[in-house]
């Protein structure tokens, strides 16, 4: 079964930063590609980043380009998310899923809240 | 960037049919995919390359694109399908992942 696990949300404040992690299982992890996807409560869902499958192509929506890194530890099957200079419009739950080799995501995590305030 | 455009809401009754639309400039060639939000829950996929459903998602749900609109068509509607719907495609031009706005669907 596949499972995603993401962890290591929280309260932050502007200006601060917070690394994600999201632990995979079930499936061959270093064989397919991952992505964020963001939610701010009562919104819409937002693309966030890509790693490919040895992080060696990453690529980052414009809202968090330059400020967030994506990365991942395919022997622990973990992915990452870095996430420094928050901003209040950071405040999402963020959820890791899986690419199914078309950019479509077939799993996701339950998601892990991120709170940036003062 | 490329724009996804869904009505809000649309509301029907159980048994009938619902139909959510998704709107997007020559949507119709790309690849859609249609993710159903539960009410606190994580997105679930319900229907990938436009057509195609995941195993476990019912017959029921089904899907088209076409032109500039894609449509995902849900027949028997039950409570349990009342949810968030949200259509995706990857936007090649500038390699980034776009979704819908969203439709609520209510039962």
């Known amino acids: 079964e596949v499972q995603l696990v993401e962890s290591g949300g929280g309260l932050a404040q502007p200006g601060g930063s917070l690394r994600l992690a999201c632990a995979a299982s079930?499936?061959?992890?270093?064989?397919?590609?991952m992505h964020w996807v963001r939610q701010v409560p009562g919104k819409g869902l937002e693309w966030v980043s890509r790693?490919?499958?040895?992080?060696?192509?990453?690529i980052y929506a414009d809202s968090v380009k330059g400020r967030f890194t994506i990365s991942r530890d395919n022997a622990k099957r973990t992915l990452y998310l870095q996430m420094n200079s928050l901003r209040v419009e950071d405040t999402a739950v963020y959820y890791c899923?899986?690419?199914?080799?078309?950019?479509?995501?077939?799993?996701w995590g339950q998601g892990t809240l991120v709170t940036v305030s003062s | 960037s490329y724009v996804l455009t869904q009505s809000p809401s649309v509301s029907v009754a159980p048994g009938k049919t619902a139909t959510i639309t998704c709107g997007g400039n020559?949507?119709?060639?790309?690849?859609v995919h249609w993710y159903q939000q539960r009410p606190g829950q994580a997105p679930v996929l319900v229907i990938y390359?436009?057509?195609d459903r995941p195993s476990g998602i019912p017959e029921r749900f089904s899907g088209s694109n076409s032109g500039n609109t894609a449509t995902l068509t849900i027949r028997r509607v039950e409570a349990g399908d009342e949810a968030d719907y949200f259509c995706?495609?990857?936007?090649?031009?500038?390699?980034?992942?776009?979704f819908g706005t969203g439709t609520t669907l209510t039962v």
């Open positions: 390359y436009n057509t």
């Open positions: 020559d949507i119709g060639t790309k690849s």
């Open positions: 995706q495609v990857w936007d090649g031009r500038s390699d980034r992942g776009v």
């Open positions: 079930g499936f061959t992890f270093n064989a397919h590609w």
């Open positions: 790693s490919n499958s040895d992080a060696s192509g990453t």
């Open positions: 899923a899986r690419d199914d080799g078309g950019n479509c995501f077939d799993y």
